[in-house]
């Protein structure tokens, strides 16, 4: 099994930025790709951004692309998403997972993983 668990979401006014961490533990050499997605209140879950196993390939949502950056370190287990230039939509309550292949996609169902998610609230 994985463990995953989010950090780093928070209250911030338009404009401004957030970098949220999440820490993997217990089988890690099991996870593929990692991604970041996001639920706002009534809505469904959503694609935000993904990074492959080896960190060479990012893919991001249209609505984030060039505000978010998506990175992971793999000798510390942990995957980033610094967000900058946030608006008031991005709110949300933001969840990493992981997937145990290396399929490359922004569907919930190919995640085996998911941490318990952090808020991210963004002010006008």
């Known amino acids: 099994q994985v463990q995953l668990v989010e950090s780093g979401g928070g209250l911030v006014q338009a404009g401004g930025s957030l970098r949220l961490s999440c820490a993997a533990s217990g089988r890690t050499f099991s996870m593929g790709t990692m991604g970041w997605f996001r639920q706002a209140p009534g809505k469904e879950r959503e694609f935000v951004a993904l990074v492959s196993r080896s960190g060479g390939t990012t893919i991001y949502a249209d609505s984030v692309k060039g505000r978010f950056t998506i990175s992971r370190d793999n000798a510390k287990n942990t995957v980033y998403l610094q967000m900058n230039s946030l608006k008031p939509e991005d709110t949300a309550v933001y969840y990493c997972?992981?997937?145990?292949?290396?399929?490359?996609?922004?569907?919930?169902?190919?995640?085996?993983?998911w941490g318990q998610g952090t808020q991210v609230t963004v002010s006008s």
């Open positions: 997972a992981a997937t145990s292949d290396y399929r490359l996609g922004g569907q919930t169902g190919q995640y085996k993983y």
